[in-house]
């Protein structure tokens, strides 16, 4: 078995008569490197991002239902928040201006709730648009997941799998997600964090970091899974031995109680943060059912409430690879991709042709197989649950919706890409299509085009 694929069971204290020099080496690479990771990764996404919104024509937008797109931004933030406040950042500053009430519909039950507490609080503060405080959380946010994915793989593994684990997370298609007004950054610092606390056997920190990461997303309540992985490892099967311990290791369970009180407080029902997702087009089906009509299409049976047209069936498209011909046929075409009609038709052919989410969902089941054998089995424990539990309520829009996004904050999926690719003649090619990808994704993000 090579080095970087031993499992560590405990944290091991340092070996007697290592210098203090090299102590304070380590330290300070385990902060500078996640730092110049989060520096590469933030020019990635925000250079493209905000030349697209400056110069570029946007698609329509999706901007929320109630209160519509809010006015252009000025200053600073009109370059650097305004390009990445679109999508669900509209709807978390929505919540954070005016908070759960449902005098227009329960939507924004969809959306949980600390990231648009904190967005509300920092606007109290600073006196900023709560977009600007919601860009500042998520940008600082990953530099912090940075640091501690980086302390927990090096850990488990060792310095130079966790040094590739942050260049594949940061450099993935996708991550402009964490950038954004959007909850990945926050969720994966929160998650991250408490899941290296409990791997150190700090449960009460564990348990209220556990609990902030289960009012930031509703994957957050299945931290639980892997929490009972490793109380069991450091406590084992005799229940004397498990108290007072248990107590910090459940408080996640809390998460889901304390919106739904939110939400009863907002005249809502206890239950809208589970009965709002029909609102969004989603249906129940089976993993299997999910992905036929993700791969061949199906017909949909859209809830009695979100039905337009009076019919309770509606027609699902299946991934669309016709981007693809036409790339090929016209890549020596450069006025296809410059010109503003064609361009404009080929990226939205690209945008809601599905095949992202296809992709990248059959890409993380097989990293997720593959680590039931190379990873400690909690890291498994994270991934699968969020992973599967999207499967059994697709989009009626998007089967697959917004899977390249619900991967990003499960890093045991990217440690798997760093044990995988190792040799540099391979690593530094995908780094380098990857990274194109990103940039390229944040540039349709900013225009409004559909991207998870």
């Known amino acids: 078995m090579s080095t970087d694929t031993v499992r560590i069971d405990r944290v091991e204290p340092r070996a007697r008569g290592r210098s203090s020099v090299q102590t304070s080496v380590w330290t300070g690479e385990a902060v500078r490197f996640p730092l110049m990771v989060g520096l590469v990764h933030w020019l990635l996404v925000q250079i493209p991002a905000t030349l697209a919104s400056r110069n570029l024509d946007p698609t329509n937008d999706s901007a929320p239902f109630i209160g519509g797109m809010p006015r252009p931004m000025t200053g600073l933030a009109s370059y650097l928040v305004e390009p990445m406040r679109l999508w669900d950042g509209l709807w978390y500053r929505l ?14 039950a969809a959306f949980w709730p600390l990231y648009p507490w904190l967005m509300e609080q920092g606007v109290r503060i600073t006196g900023w648009t709560a977009e600007s405080v919601g860009y500042l959380i998520s940008n600082l946010s990953f530099l912090g997941a940075l640091i501690i994915v980086y302390r927990i793989v090096s850990i488990d593994f060792d ?5 590739r684990t942050l260049w594949a997370l940061a450099l993935f298609p996708t991550a402009l997600f964490f950038s954004a007004v959007y909850t990945e950054s926050l969720f994966l610092l929160l998650a991250a964090g408490a899941l290296l606390a409990a791997r150190q056997g700090n449960w009460w920190v564990a348990g209220l970091v556990g609990l902030l990461a289960a009012l930031t997303r509703s994957a957050g309540v299945m931290i639980l899974l892997p929490f009972a992985v490793l109380f069991v490892k450091q406590h084992g099967w005799d229940i004397r031995r498990w108290f007072p311990h248990l107590f910090p290791a459940v408080l996640p369970a809390l998460g889901p109680a304390i919106f739904g009180w939110q939400l009863e407080r907002a005249g809502a029902s206890f239950r809208d943060f589970i009965d709002v997702q029909e609102q969004w087009w989603r249906f129940p089906a089976t993993p299997w059912e999910t992905f036929r009509c993700a791969t061949q299409g199906c017909m949909a049976e859209v809830p009695a409430h979100t039905e337009q047209t009076g019919n309770r069936f509606f027609p699902v498209q299946g991934a669309d690879w016709t981007w693809l011909d036409r790339l090929v046929s016209n890549i020596f075409n450069w006025s296809y991709l410059t010109d503003r009609v064609p361009s404009e038709q080929f990226r939205k052919l690209v945008a809601d042709s599905d095949t992202l989410e296809l992709s990248v969902t059959i890409g993380a089941f097989a990293l997720a197989a593959i680590g039931l054998k190379r990873l ?41 890409i760093a044990l995988l690719v190792r040799q540099r003649w391979l690593a530094l090619p995908l780094a380098i299509v990857s990274a194109a990808l990103l940039a390229v994704l944040s540039m349709q993000f900013a225009n409004w085009y559909w991207v998870s």
């Open 95 to 108: 919540i954070a201006r005016d908070g759960y009430e449902i005098s227009e519909g329960t939507a924004k």
């Open 159 to 163: 310095r130079d799998v966790a040094r």
């Open 376 to 416: 400690p089995l909690y890291y498994s424990a994270f991934v699968l649950p969020p992973l599967l539990v999207p499967l059994f309520s697709p989009g009626a829009v998007h089967p697959l919706m917004s899977m390249p996004r619900f991967v990003l904050p499960l890093f045991p999926l990217f440690v798997m």
